[in-house]
């Protein structure tokens, strides 16, 4: 199969990689021709351009580009297209990208593929980056089965576990396990930061040890990515943000009023209730 | 020296291992004669026994027992110590521990080794768990000159970072980095446990990965952990979690309202903070 990527950073990269180890010819695009000689370099992809009508042949098109720009990129490639070319993006959002971009494109199915790493850019790039790892596909009521049976097999092939699911049930799921832990591990930095005993902050810095370590690691992740979270899942997120802080106050009512047995109990379903989402 | 251990846990057998290696006499005690025969068997110590009175000839005695119990068995302990004897404890609180201790035995000064594991019981105690982590000791204005000087050095030979303050300034640091992340962490669990939307919160598991699993580890841990820290350290606790919902109010509104700059700046703050305490 004849294959394009649009944005070669570790997504893009990493998929490029892993389709030319299927035997698949993968055609690379990004703004930079140094990028593109990069990728050619290191082989995640057979030919890059910064020219968009690379994609003249392909059978699907992978949008790896920041959120914010999906669906003005899938504007862009239209008149560069085959009109059965199938189009699909990786942005950790869904509802605010593919609705947009289905109405540039026809073909358009939303994709999320749950991998990453702290790095970027096709340095970072790896092969088999996907697998074992969830994969996302998240058709509307208007998405073509055609896109859906062009693209499932591909992502499968990845060796990714394959979830479909709805944009909306997608936004809603990720807001809980990777959204919100990133503003609540954020906040719990912001609070430390507001000790205003310089003794007792200076005691905590030295004290802190892997508890305090794990519990703020994404809240002390990339600026930009919780940002993107917040802007670009917003609805989901302050949903998720409202309901976690009903648990703070009832927390502070349960410890204020001193009901250790409750307390106790509910920290007991924590223990228990964990080991389902690992 | 004479070293006595009474509590033959991780800690307590752990701290005996290496005062033996360091050519200390060893002296434990446990309320049951299984687990002072199996700390003998492990050369966790070189005697132990059910009887208090194994302790009348040791120059030092760490209570190793629960947070609950130590002033109590410092009191019990009283008949049978000679007058010079330092008594210390080991437990992740000190104000709710060390007054009331000392009010028992003059020369008491409360200890908290930061070290531990999930495991717990004689069979997981280990040499050099203390090495390279905190120590603190936690005199108050009545701590006699004579019990820090044997203490500080017994403890600083275990190749621990000893740190001297006190109890409230222990208790305050505690509350951030190791207790407000426990109830932190937990009430993330607990959130995502009120997804009405079943389908919704299976998916949730399915894509929970990296980020999810640490910032829920410690909300996760044991029940009774969690309970005791908001037990014996509620003030802190309480003016910790206070804190820290004002950070998830002031979230909630720049979200709401979109102000995205402001948001990028407190994310970039967390950024640069968390490495302070690393």
Chains 1, 2 share one sequence.
């Not at 073909?107 to 092969?127: D, S």
């Not at 807001?175 to 906040?187: D, F």
């Not at 998720?240 to 927390?251: G, Q």
């Amino acid at each position: 199969m004849r294959i394009g990527i649009l944005g070669l950073g570790l997504i893009g990269g990493s998929l490029g990689y892993d389709f030319r180890r299927l035997g698949h010819t993968v055609l690379g695009g990004a703004r930079r021709q140094v990028t593109c000689d990069r990728a050619i370099v290191c082989g995640a992809v057979d030919q890059a351009s910064t020219d968009l009508d690379i994609f003249g042949t392909v059978e699907v098109v992978f949008v790896c580009t920041p959120i914010a720009v999906v669906a003005p990129t899938v504007a862009a490639l239209r008149p560069y297209l085959q009109s059965n070319t199938v189009v699909t993006d990786v942005g950790s959002v869904k509802s605010a990208i593919v609705y947009e971009a289905a109405e540039q494109w026809p073909l358009f199915l939303g994709g999320h593929p749950m991998a990453g790493k702290t790095e970027v850019g096709i340095e970072a790039a790896q092969p088999a980056l996907f697998a074992h790892r969830a994969y996302v596909l998240t058709p509307t009521e208007q998405t073509s089965p055609e896109a859906m049976a062009i693209l499932k097999p591909l992502v499968n092939s990845l060796e990714a576990e394959v979830f479909v699911c709805s944009p909306e049930n997608h936004d809603r799921a990720v807001a809980w396990i990777s959204h919100l832990p990133v503003m609540v591990s954020g906040s719990l930095i912001q609070a430390c930061l507001h000790e205003d005993d310089i003794r007792v902050r200076k005691l905590a810095q030295q004290f802190a040890s892997s508890g305090f370590c794990d519990t703020s690691r994404v809240g002390g992740g990339h600026p930009e990515l919780g940002l993107m979270m917040a802007r670009y899942n917003r609805t989901e997120v302050m949903r998720s943000l409202t309901a976690y802080r009903a648990e703070i106050d009832h927390l502070i009512q349960l410890i204020s009023q001193e009901h250790w047995d409750t307390l106790a109990d509910t920290l007991a379903e924590n223990h228990q209730a964990r080991d389902a989402f690992l």
